[in-house]
T-cell receptor, first 113, second 115 residues
């Protein structure tokens, strides 16, 4: 069974440019998470979806970040415009439900120049 | 608010020696605790979890963890470390339903196993 798929794996952009990350969760997993991981730190939750509904986006900087999971399967996380401080690894995870074990994708490493 | 502390940024151990990675937590209600491992340029991989029951939890790759309620600790252990165990280890606690079952991670501990 395929794990959580993320693309791209690496992205380098200049500040003020837009960027988007894509995540395809494990089949049958209703809950999807986006995490931010700064270098040498633990992941921090940005947003959690239950099917297509965003049920926890309290940590998402809504002035520049947006996310969607239109059909309750794959998801896109967007930053517009990107800032230097957004350089980090963006991890996607999924679980069967809100209390199930979370499975993580390989992440997208973003570098903002 | 829930929190996790991993007091050691790095742990160095010789191959074949026992490995311990420390973790303490703070959460309201019953603790649900997890350990994940992260290899370079890869996502987090689940090692083990404590939900209820026996305080000694066995997980993947020969790892185990001991839950101690009085000390609010959940230390990760391996009796005999391998060079391939060198990686970044994260402890995490899951909050209550009222807190959205949110998973909060510690800052991570880098393990270096020397041959």
């Amino acid at each position: 069974e395929a794990g959580v798929v993320q693309s791209p794996r690496y992205k380098i952009i200049e500040k003020k440019q837009p960027v988007a990350f894509w995540c395809n969760p494990i089949s049958g997993h209703n809950t999807l998470y986006w995490y931010l991981q700064n270098l040498g730190q633990g992941p921090e939750l940005l947003i959690r979806y239950e099917n297509e509904e965003a049920v926890d986006d309290s940590q998402l900087p809504k002035d520049r970040f947006s996310a969607e999971r239109l059909k309750g399967v794959d998801s896109t996380l967007k930053i517009q415009p990107a800032e230097l401080g957004d350089s980090a690894v963006y991890l996607c995870a999924s679980s069967v439900n809100r209390v199930g074990e979370q499975f993580f994708g390989p992440g997208t490493r973003l570098t903002v120049l | 608010a829930q929190s996790v502390a991993q007091p050691e940024d790095q742990v160095n151990v010789a191959e074949g020696n026992p490995l311990t990675v420390k973790c303490t937590y703070s959460v309201s209600g019953n603790p649900y605790l997890f350990w994940y491992v992260q290899y370079p340029n890869r996502g987090l991989q689940f090692l083990l979890k404590y939900i209820t029951g026996d305080n000694l939890v066995k997980g993947s790759y020969g790892f185990e963890a001991e839950f101690n309620k009085s000390q609010t600790s959940f230390h990760l252990k391996k009796p005999s470390a391998l060079v391939s165990d060198s990686a970044l280890y994260f402890c995490a606690v899951r909050g209550t339903k009222a807190a959205g079952n949110k998973l909060t991670f510690g800052g991570g501990t880098r393990v270096l196993v020397k041959p």
